[in-house]
């Protein structure tokens, strides 16, 4: 880590957001080994306002290199994700197609997004309320670009009533099941091993082996 000099970390929320939380300037900043520091960047805005920022069109080029997802293996964003679907919300509301910032969306996108939200298939907690409150807030009264649907979807979003979203814990836990096999995140031989593990516990706790 010789010569690294700084380490920054992109903000997650802003002084409004209230709830405690690691993601936090008073910890990033306060941490440093050796010669490096660290350096908890973007405090000041809220994530759509640095999306508005970096959908500008001087930065535009940048945005086909775009990599937000943490939970695809693949080395693109997996666009299925709730980080990946705030992030093409995002992009679309300030007319930028995902499609060329390193996402593959289609016209089933959006209605399968709002499927997440009517069905509880996100986990419910204050910084999904946050997050998807800031979108809310920076959706026009008139929408003039639809991107693979995503006008018909942002008129939805504006009327959610977000802080009064509740997870649906079966729903969620199949949807993440299902995203973490599509993302490699899960693989099969893993499954097996597991579950041979389990099959021996149970012999030895009936006495068997
Ligand atoms: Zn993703």
Known sequence: MRETGTVIIASSYTRDFKEVSAFHPSIDNNISWADVSVLHDGYELSRQQKLKYLCQSENLPYLSRLRVCWDSAHKT???????????????????????????????????????????????????????????????????????????EFLNWLRGLNISQYRANRLSHFLWMARLQYSNKRIKTEAIFRKSKCYYYIILSKLGVV
Not at 97 to 102: A, F, G, L, S, Y
């Open 77 to 151: 964003n997996c666009g299925k994700c709730e980080k990946c679907l705030r992030t093409v919300t995002g992009l679309a509301l300030e007319g930028v197609d995902p499609n060329k910032c390193n996402f593959d969306i289609d016209t089933n996108t959006f209605p399968r997004l709002r499927d997440n939200f009517t069905k509880g298939k996100f986990k419910a907690d204050a910084g999904l309320v946050y997050i998807w409150s800031d979108i809310q807030k920076h959706i026009p009264e008139l929408i003039d670009i639809d991107i693979k649907g995503s006008k």
